[in-house]
């Protein structure tokens, strides 16, 4: 079983070990120091590629030194080695943003030009449109790292997702950000375990599939995969599966915030053409010209 080896990631793997003990399957833990771990003096968009905390594990298992991996889905490209198969997408947990501040504040309460730290595009666009006058510095490192940058004053407030910090059983105070203003990142809140294809790895990992998070990743995925621009482009989506049908917020925005387009429609669950389509409208509505914008201003910094 292949992981990054931060607290965060081998909780989530450790909890897909424990679920695959119980079926009989026992593994053993190698863990993979990936791009994305080593330099984190730098944003995550001036990496090389997307997919900077998963690229190494992969090369493990195509040659074939590990036989899973366990991975936060929304690190996972939307392009992939056709070898690999996401085997097992485990119950979605929060997708929610969370903002955590030393003294509980809410985002409204939190003083002008208060600094807030955040590694992504997407939280740091969405936090520009909510309030334009707070600072918005550049956050990296595991949680725990982060929560003691936020102790020890460099922050005023930091945003984190939700999901990590219940993984962790980590006790905060917090505000859930509105998600309605502050829709997720595709596939946030999802752990995903791949293999290669027609193995038995990924023959066993496959009972640990839950079909309405596969389905909800995977129109968030297709929307995603159109709309392009990797991880440079604040771009956010969410579905929830009822049923048979997904209700799908999407919005492509401007890094300043400024400006954004939006989708808010309900379809089957199980079309993914009209996710592509979904994708194509946000791009005709004026998200083609955000995507191009934020590749060109990312690219020159």
Same mark, same amino acid.
């Given at each position: 079983m292949g992981s990054r080896g931060s607290p965060l990631a081998l909780r989530q793997t450790e909890i897909v070990v424990d679920r695959l003990r119980k !079926?009989?399957? =026992?593994?053993?833990? @190698?863990?993979?120091?990936?791009?994305?771990?080593?330099? !984190?003096?730098?944003?995550?968009?001036? !990496?090389?590629?997307?997919? &900077?905390?998963? /690229? #190494?594990?992969? %090369?493990? +298992?195509?040659?074939?030194?590990? =036989?899973?991996?366990v991975h936060s889905m929304k690190d996972i490209p939307t392009k992939r080695p056709e070898e690999l198969d996401i085997a097992a997408i485990l119950k979605r947990d929060s997708p929610y943003d969370i903002l955590v501040t030393r003294d509980g504040l809410k985002l409204d309460d939190i003083p002008k030009g208060a600094a807030i730290g955040t590694s992504s595009m997407r939280r740091a666009a969405q936090l520009k449109r909510a309030r334009p006058d707070l600072q918005i510095r550049t956050l990296r490192g595991n949680l725990q790292t982060r929560l003691r940058k936020l102790n020890q004053g460099d922050y005023d407030a930091i945003v984190l997702a939700?999901?990590? &910090?219940? $993984? +962790?059983?980590?006790?905060?105070?917090?505000?859930? !950000?509105?998600?309605?203003?502050?829709?997720?990142?595709?596939?946030?809140?999802?752990?995903? /375990?791949?293999?290669?294809?027609?193995?038995?790895?990924?023959?066993? &990992? *496959?009972?640990?599939? %839950?079909?309405?998070?596969?389905?909800?990743? +995977?129109?968030? *995925?297709?929307?995603?995969?159109?709309?392009?621009?990797? @991880?440079?482009?604040?771009? /956010?989506?969410?579905?929830?599966?009822?049923? #048979?049908?997904? $209700?799908? +917020?999407a919005e492509v925005l401007s890094l300043d915030g400024t400006r954004f387009v939006r989708i808010d429609e309900v379809i089957p669950a199980d079309d993914l053409e009209r996710a592509s389509e979904l994708g194509r409208r946000l791009l005709e509505m004026g998200g083609r010209t955000l995507v191009d914008e934020a590749v060109k201003a990312v690219g020159k910094r």
């Open positions: !079926l009989g399957v =026992d593994t053993d833990l @190698c863990i993979v120091k990936t791009s994305g771990d080593v330099f !984190l003096d730098k944003p995550l968009y001036q !990496l090389s590629g997307w997919g &900077v905390f998963v /690229a #190494e594990i992969d %090369d493990r +298992m195509l040659s074939g030194e590990i =036989d899973l991996a939700e999901a990590g &910090v219940q $993984r +962790m059983g980590i006790k905060l105070e917090y505000s859930v !950000l509105d998600p309605e203003k502050f829709v997720p990142s595709a596939n946030q809140g999802t752990i995903v /375990a791949v293999a290669k294809k027609g193995t038995v790895a990924d023959r066993l &990992v *496959r009972s640990l599939d %839950d079909l309405p998070t596969r389905a909800e990743t +995977m129109i968030e *995925r297709r929307i995603l995969e159109t709309v392009g621009g990797g @991880c440079v482009v604040p771009v /956010a989506i969410h579905t929830h599966v009822n049923n #048979e049908e997904a $209700r799908v +917020m």
